[in-house]
């Protein structure tokens, strides 16, 4: 019979770290992805705003509805470089998790190949032993047979 492999409690507890770090980098992820579509849709906003100011302007414009513009662009331009900043937080955040998800990962290979290095032991050795007991089982057969 194969012993256990000893550190199958440590395999265990790497195999969950693993896949918590995974599943934290998949919300890292889509939180980067989230705040990358927000900037997209601000900047397109944005850009149809200013054609539109630019065809109000061609057109001409009191100097109120000119202000109003450009105080709104100026908003925009506000938003726009406050999402710039949550997205390069959120990539820091995104390569803290990959980095937490390759040390996690590097630490379960590392006992993974202990365990397949435990396993092919064992096999080998279960040969070894089914080996023995047939050759005991053919010297008994042949003990056994009478002689011609």
Partial sequence: MAKPFSLQTVLELMQSR????????????????????????????????????????????????????????????????????????????????????RRQHSKLKAIDALAERHRASEARLELKQEQKEQDAFAARRSDDEPAH
């Fill in 18 to 101: 693993t896949d918590e770090a995974t599943r934290q980098l998949a919300k890292l992820l889509a939180a980067e992805e989230d705040a990358q579509r927000k900037l997209a849709m601000l900047q397109h906003y944005r850009d149809e705003y200013f054609a539109r100011f630019r065809a109000a302007a061609q057109n001409g414009l009191r100097p109120a509805d000119w202000r109003n513009y450009q105080d709104f662009l100026d908003r925009l331009d506000e938003a726009i470089e406050q999402q710039q900043q949550a997205l390069g937080l959120q990539k820091t955040h995104t390569a803290a998790g990959q980095a937490e998800w």
